[in-house]
């Protein structure tokens, strides 16, 4: 019988057709590699994992639920950066779920259970380290992005600020976290009960009731147009939060009085 040293090395003339053998060979060949083996195998076991993420089988994935790519809710939006530049991650969506068979069994019209997937699909994404627009939903449900704003609306002023892209990251016309967050603060919340009310990093809440205080003491002292130099804050940031020192009758007399110039 031949030595097990001669059996491996037949053996190892077989198991390098995979995948990953072609991947490593294109990057070696290729693309560039051809001193960077070590780098190589570490692409390339980024780039199989990723496919395992994407390409999930059907043993991996229940009924009624679909893979989508959504933003990470890390990535920040700003002008000019488009999808192709923004990290995207892989998440399940459950369009169809049990609390929807519930829902129809209690007798609840489609208005309901359609308000309640739209939630669903934000808390999952959420859930899952990313983030949806309210166009998305509005794909993935069938409905327009009017009438998931509209739902998303409702919620809110139930006290529900389900976490959208637009209100995580403050794009879009709807109101402003930043205001939302600074009225739980002087209700007396704290800080980890704020942050996962409006799905902020508690280091975000912190930030904003920080900026606020700072504004808060300049305005005792300045007239409104002298604040965001001294407090290092563009004017729009001074305005909102003077606008919640207005509304919760916090504002000095002075610049009541310039406002009201």
């Known amino acids: 019988m031949k030595d097990q040293p001669y059996y491996k090395k037949r053996a190892q003339r077989l198991a390098p057709r995979r995948l990953r053998s072609m991947l490593r060979y294109r990057f070696l060949t290729a693309y560039g590699y051809e001193k960077g083996p070590v780098i190589v195998d570490a692409i390339v076991d980024d780039i199989l994992e990723l496919i395992e993420q ?25 002008k000019g950066k488009t999808i ?88 879009g016309r709807g109101p402003s976290h930043k205001k939302i967050i600074l009225e739980y603060y002087l209700e007396g919340m704290l ?3 704020i942050a996962a009310r409006t799905y902020h990093h508690p280091s975000a809440v912190d930030r904003y009731i920080k900026n606020f ?18 407090a290092r804050m563009q004017p729009i940031v001074v305005n909102e939060y003077l606008e919640v020192l207005k509304a919760h009758g916090m504002l000095p007399r002075m610049l009541q009085e310039t406002a009201a110039d």
Not at 57 to 76: F, M, S, Y
């Open 54 to 78: 994407y390409y999930i089988t059907p043993r991996h994935q229940r009924v009624g639920q679909i893979i989508w790519l959504a933003p990470h809710k890390d990535e920040n939006q700003h």
């Open 84 to 171: 192709a530049s923004t990290r995207l991650v892989p998440i399940k969506l459950n369009l169809i779920a049990e609390e929807d068979h519930e829902l129809l069994a209690q007798g609840a019209s489609m208005r309901e259970r359609q308000k309640a997937r739209i939630r669903r699909l934000f808390l999952e994404a959420f859930e899952q380290d990313a983030l949806l627009t309210n166009l998305e939903v509005g794909i993935l449900i069938g409905r327009s992005e009017y009438a998931v704003n509209k739902v998303v609306s409702e919620y809110r002023d139930q006290g529900v600020n389900l976490p959208t892209r637009g209100w995580v990251h403050d794009i």
């Open 191 to 193: 800080t980890p009960d």
């Open 213 to 230: 205080e700072v504004v808060r003491g300049l305005a005792q002292r300045f007239r409104a147009e002298e604040i965001p130099p001294l």
